[in-house]
Structure formats: structure tokens, C-alpha cells
């Protein structure tokens, strides 16, 4: 299998007049991967995602997909891309099946394969029912489907999706989300939404930009840890609510604590450490003291959205 990563990007930056999209960013995707490309609006992915495929010239820098280069062997690199736009530029007046077809076609495949390919994608989007609709009549969740679909005709190497289930319901946002599951066996993904949940169960690493730099570039797991410092402990103990705050207060690792009355007499505790400290051997010998019952003792793990905002927020903060 081949060693080369399918996308380099090193010192990448784009610059327009008065301001700086992407500024030097650099970043690998190896093969097989499916990348979550994160940020807040205006962060640049878009900028990038674009440049990657070729549809945009960079400042300065360098990009490579599949070993050629983004800028000056722009045909080459889009054979091997099947790039989605978060807006389809597509041909309203055209029915799904020959839309896909001529799309094939301008791609570069014959006559037969592109018939093949065309069943092929129909398929695996959802699209045969609809195949012989004019686009213009279809749902957006259903044109989402034709752009995903037409990214996916000529069996590209890399899959470029900017926001790609914007539009769907519940149900086909899942059954997209199995799509790019089973897209990673064959293709490299780089995935760009702002449904954090997706990313999670889909990604398996994340890339984070924001303000035109790459700020993370690791696996939810690791960026977790980065937050580990104030991981907070949850706990439910059956106590008398004032008995259990004066007992808290006299925890000296406690910085805060969060109260909330459940069923019967059991309270739950949201306790944030200082410096970083473990707090379930403290918050354990404390109910055995007092001889409450403890039924729920855990250290709170931090999701993508929390290790999303709090690495956005830091950024906007320091500067």
C-alpha cells in the first residue's frame, strides 16, 4: 500500500485585501483516515477546502494530495478529489440520472463505467427512487444526496464534504453518517460540519481551526486529556443537602461545587478540583465518614463540543 500521505500541507496561507484567511497552516491526512475539519464560522476551512481541491490559488506555501501538487498540477489532483460544496452548484433542470451521468462523463469516464458508476452512487445515496426527477422538484435533503452522490462518481481517492448532511432529517443524517463509515475502507475523508456529534462517531481524528491557524490536530481521546486539568467529578449521595454542602466546603481541593436534589434523598454533586486533582478518593472517604450511600462516583469526561469551545474561546481570549 502506498507510504504517501494523501494530503501534505505545509506553511499553506491565503491572504485577500485587508485580511488573512488561512495563515501557514500545515497538517498531514494519511491514507484511509477520516479527518474532522472543525471551526467557528469564518475560520477559514472552507478557504482551505478549496484550495485543496484546486478550485482556489493559494498566497504562498504548498499542498499535495495523492503526491501532486494542489497549484501546479491542478488536473491530476482533481481526477483523485470528490469535492461537496456546502452549496450544490447543481444543474436544477437535469434529472438525478443524467445529471450523474454527464457529471461522469466531465470527470473522465467512458461511456460503460460511467453507467456503472452512476447505478453504483444511485444506490449507496439513497437516489434510486428519485433517479428520474428533475433536481429542481427535489428536496433539499434530497439534493444533498446528488451532490454526495456526484463527489462519489468517478471513485476519487480523497472525499472532500463541507457540511455535508445541512438539510437532512434525523434519518438520513444517519444513514449519511453509515455512508462515510463504510467510505473509509476505500477513500480518504476530510469532513467538515458543525454537528460535533458526527464527528465523534465518524472521525477518527480531528483537525481545529480557528482564525486561519491550526489550533488542535489530534484524536478526541488526546484533546481530552489537554482538559484534564479541571476534569470535574460527578457523584450521587444520600444525604441531607445542608449536612452534604458543609461537608464539600471542608474539601480543600474543591475550587466549586454544583447541587441538585434527585429521588428520595440523594443529592448530585458536580465537584471541579484544584490544580488538576483527582477528587473520587476524597468525595468516597467523605460518604463513608458520614455513612451516606454512595451510588454514582465518576470523573467527567469532556465531549468534542466542551474541547471545541474551550480551545476557540481560549484562542479568542489570549489575543
Known sequence: MDSTPMIEVSGLTKRYPGRTAVNGISFTVARGEVVGFLGPNGAGKTTTMRMLASFLPGT???????????????????????????????HLEMRVREYLKFRARLKGLGWRRSRVRVDVVLRQCGLTEVQHRIIGQLSKGFRQRVGLADALVHEPDLIIL????????????????????????????????????EVEVTCSRVLILNRGEIIAADTTANLGKRLSLDAGVVAEIAAPLAALREAV??????????????????????????????????????ARTHGWNLRELTRRHHSLEEIFVHLTRTRKEAE
Open 162 to 197: 463541507d457540511e455535508p448532511t445541512i438539510g437532512l432529517d434525523p434519518h438520513q443524517i444517519r444513514a449519511v453518517r453509515a455512508l462515510i463509515k463504510d467510505l473509509a475502507r476505500k477513500h480518504t475523508v476530510l469532513l467538515s460540519t458543525h454537528i460535533l456529534s
Open 60 to 90: 504562498s506555501g504548498t499542498a499535495r494530495v495523492a503526491g501532486f501538487d494542489v497549484f501546479h498540477q491542478p488536473d491530476e489532483v482533481r481526477r483523485r478529489i470528490g469535492y461537496m460544496p456546502e452549496n450544490n452548484p447543481l
Open 249 to 286: 466546603r471542608d474539601l480543600p481541593e474543591v475550587v466549586s461545587a454544583e447541587f441538585e436534589s434527585l429521588d428520595g434523598d440523594f443529592q448530585r454533586l458536580v465537584l471541579t478540583p484544584r490544580a488538576g486533582a483527582d477528587l473520587r478518593p476524597a468525595v468516597y472517604e467523605l
